[in-house]
Nanobody, 128 residues
Framework: EVQLVESGGGLVQTGGSLRLSCAAS????????MSWVRQAPGKGLEWVST????????YYAESMKGRFTISRDGAKNTLYLQMNSLKSEDTAVYYC?????????????????????WGQGTQVTVSS
């Protein structure tokens, strides 16, 4: 059974930082690229970042560049998102998602079809 469990969300002030974690199980973690996707209140899904299966390549949405860092720990089967300089517009539920195809890295966000499993999400609220 594939499971993705996010944690680390919470309430922070503008300019603050949070580190999100996604604990993965039920599949060979190091064979799959992983992404973070978020959903702001009343909005659709927005791609945040993707990391390759081996961690060698990372990609970010333009508004996250320089502020967010995606990483992974193969020994712990855990995906991370370090978020700095948070803004009110970062308020959203953040989901980790598993890329469906092994050893494949989407070059652009093509929507939910790239992913076959999602975590339950963790709420990030940035006060302003």
């Amino acid at each position: 059974e594939v499971q993705l469990v996010e944690s680390g969300g919470g309430l922070v002030q503008t300019g603050g930082s949070l580190r999100l974690s996604c604990a993965a199980s039920g599949f060979t973690f190091d064979d799959y690229a992983m992404s973070w996707v978020r959903q702001a209140p009343g909005k659709g899904l927005e791609w945040v970042s993707t990391i390759s299966w081996n961690g060698d390549s990372t990609y970010y949405a333009e508004s996250m560049k320089g502020r967010f860092t995606i990483s992974r720990d193969g020994a712990k089967n855990t995906l991370y998102l370090q978020m700095n300089s948070l803004k009110s517009e970062d308020t959203a539920v953040y989901y980790c998602a598993k890329v469906a195809r092994p050893r494949r890295l989407p070059t652009s966000y093509g929507g939910t079809l790239d992913y076959d499993y999602w975590g339950q999400g963790t709420q990030v609220t940035v006060s302003s």
